[in-house]
């Protein structure tokens, strides 16, 4: 006798995935102000530390150093949070201390110490510091979580448009953020308001959340692995440790002079909270109009590759950074515009290729040593920047120039980190020969840069009968 499951539980299990999958988008989308609000780098931390705060450099780069030191220190929680409860459940319960602890700053901020930066910046450090790691095991729990329950066939077209989503979402955040900093001269209440706002929003994320009916899609062992056993397998995925080598070189690349792109537009630039506010969400608008397509790129072509290309083209373009000026500096838009709409593709195949390389048999403490290792090494990023940004300006008087010398680190890294990237072995991935192939595809290239619609008949149009 067939012991298969009932055909009448096939559209009820369909059902519960689309209805997850909604849900999974609908409460990302009030998620991102407080999501963005707790990155190293962002318009409205960036504005509380220099303009209210005017605390120095070094300070900043400690306290951009901090959201990764969360996620290192995270390695220490999660192998026995796994064993405790599920991953759904985990991060359920660390995203509600993460928003607990932010409310606790709107009501704290104004008994921060405005006529002493050092003491403002010790508190404020405390405090990232530990929301950072509530932030950092919710992530780590957020990405196991769903590797259980979204089917591998649909994760680069899903996560395209649903990233796509969340960037018109961050964006409309940050315009708003952003104007009204400018408007009320960065006030204590204005930061207070900005706070109660994305905390009330995250209350209706983790309850979605909560209710989404996702599972497991594979039946999962009695007991997990032991840890000395799941570490021999991470230890045993050379490409997996490859990507993390990788991620590494990215993460100093990126974050240790990262942080003070802002404060350079804001000090150096002459720029308003409004204006960084806005360059920021054309970075977004291109972004979000693009991901749908290299969703499809990276399902087609495999991760790496288009990760490669998308990450070579956005940081040839940020050498311009090493001679932008107070005259020039509208050449910020179209840099902005340009590098959201190729660097989503680098951005949506880390995630993606990230999944794919998970060994299941331990897959949070892959996803735990990721974060660790990455967040280690961007922790250590910007605290050596902020160093050698405040030992060169007490040397030279001409900071402009020492911050355009400092940016060509970044692409330059990069640059080599490709070297490590491209050694990464990917099952079912195309060459990236293949893929410079498809980007010369005048229709391929006219969805990447936002005619989606043209994109999606490429890679998903229906096969004809027989093919």
Same mark, same amino acid.
């Given at each position: &006798?067939?012991?298969?499951v009932?055909r009448?539980?096939?559209?009820?299990?369909?059902a519960d995935l689309?209805?997850?999958?909604?849900l999974? @988008?609908?409460e990302g989308?009030?998620?991102m102000p407080i999501v963005?609000?707790s990155?190293?780098?962002?318009v409205v931390m960036?504005?509380?530390v220099?303009?209210?705060? &005017?605390?120095p450099?070094? @300070?900043?780069?400690?306290i951009?150093a901090l959201?990764?030191l969360?996620n290192?220190l995270q390695?220490?929680a999660?192998?026995? /949070?796994?064993?405790?409860?599920?991953?759904?459940t985990v991060?359920?319960i660390?995203a509600?201390?993460?928003?607990?602890s932010w409310a606790?700053l709107g009501a704290? $901020?104004p008994l921060?110490?405005?006529d =002493?930066?050092g003491?403002a910046?010790?508190w404020?450090?405390?405090?990232?510091?530990l929301?950072?790691?509530?932030?950092a #095991?919710?992530g780590v729990?957020?990405?196991?979580?769903?590797q259980?329950?979204?089917?591998?066939?649909?994760?680069g077209k899903y996560?395209g448009r !649903?990233?796509a989503?969340?960037q018109?979402?961050t $964006?409309?955040?940050?315009?708003?953020?952003?104007?009204a900093?400018?408007?009320? =001269?960065?006030?204590?209440g204005?930061?207070?308001?900005i706070i109660?706002?994305a905390?009330?929003?995250?209350?209706?994320?983790? !309850?979605w959340?909560?209710?989404s009916?996702?599972g497991s !899609?594979t039946?999962?062992?009695?007991t997990p692995?032991?840890f000395r056993?799941?570490?021999?397998?991470?230890?045993?995925?050379r490409?997996?440790?490859?990507?993390?080598?990788?991620g590494?070189?990215?993460a100093?690349a990126?974050?240790c002079f990262?942080p003070f792109?802002h404060?350079f537009?804001?000090e150096?630039?002459?720029?308003?909270a /409004?204006?960084v506010?806005?360059?920021?969400v054309l970075?977004?608008?291109s972004?979000a109009?693009?991901?749908?397509?290299?969703g499809?790129?990276?399902d087609r072509?495999g991760?790496?590759?288009?990760?490669t290309l998308?990450l070579?083209v956005?940081?040839?373009q940020?050498?311009?950074?090493?001679i932008?000026?107070p005259?020039?500096?509208l050449?910020?838009?179209p840099?902005?515009l340009?590098?959201g709409a190729?660097?989503?593709g680098?951005i949506l195949?880390?995630?993606?290729?990230?999944?794919?390389?998970?060994?299941?048999q331990?897959?949070?403490?892959a #996803?735990g040593v990721?974060?660790a290792v990455?967040?280690?090494v961007?922790?250590?990023?910007? #605290?050596?920047?902020?160093e050698v940004l @405040?030992?060169a300006?007490a !040397?030279?008087d001409?900071?402009?120039?020492?911050h355009?010398?400092c940016?060509?680190?970044?692409p330059t890294?990069a640059v $080599?980190g490709c070297?490590i990237?491209?050694r990464?072995?990917?099952?079912q991935?195309?060459?990236?020969?293949?893929?410079?192939g498809?980007?010369r595809n005048?229709?391929t290239?006219?969805?990447?840069?936002g $005619?989606?619609?043209?994109?999606?008949?490429?890679?998903?149009r229906?096969?004809?009968?027989?093919k």
């Open positions: &006798m067939n012991a298969t009932p009448s539980t096939a559209p009820a299990r369909k689309l209805r997850a999958l909604r999974c @988008t609908t989308i009030v998620a963005t609000m990155l190293p780098v962002n960036t504005a509380l220099a303009k209210t705060l &005017m605390l450099k070094t @300070t900043i780069g400690l951009s959201p990764f969360g290192f390695i220490f999660a192998p026995f /949070l796994a064993r405790w409860k599920p991953p759904k991060c359920v660390a509600a201390l993460h928003m607990v606790l704290l $901020l921060l110490p405005r =002493d930066p003491a910046g010790r404020l450090a405390a405090w990232f510091l929301t950072s790691i509530f932030g #095991i919710a729990s957020w990405n196991a979580w769903i259980e329950w979204v089917p591998h066939r649909i994760r996560f !649903r990233n989503i969340l018109v979402s $964006l409309t955040f940050l315009l708003v953020a952003g104007w900093l400018a408007h009320w =001269d960065y006030g204590i204005v930061f207070q308001v109660v706002g905390v009330f929003l995250r209350y209706f994320s983790l !309850r959340q909560w209710i009916p996702t !899609r039946r999962a062992a009695a692995l032991p056993a799941q570490l021999a397998v991470v230890l045993g995925s490409s997996l440790l490859g990507f993390v080598a990788f590494a070189v990215w100093f990126a974050n990262g792109y404060t537009m804001f150096q630039l002459a720029m308003s /409004l204006e506010g806005v360059v920021s970075a977004l608008l972004g109009l693009s991901m749908p397509a290299w499809a790129l990276l072509f991760n790496k590759s288009v990760m998308s070579l956005w940081q040839a940020n050498f311009l950074w090493c932008l000026t005259e020039n500096r050449m910020l838009y840099m902005w340009f590098g190729v660097s989503a680098f195949g880390q995630f993606t290729l990230l999944l794919k390389l998970i060994p299941p331990a897959k949070n403490l #996803i990721n974060v990455v967040s280690l961007a922790a250590i990023a910007p #605290i050596t920047g902020g @405040t030992w300006l !040397r030279w001409n900071a402009l120039a020492v355009q010398v940016f060509a680190l970044q890294l $080599l070297l990237l491209i990464v072995q990917e099952p991935a195309s060459p990236l020969t293949m893929v410079f498809a980007m005048i229709r290239l006219s969805g990447v840069f $005619l989606s619609f043209l994109t999606h008949y490429i890679f998903y229906p096969q004809r009968p027989g």
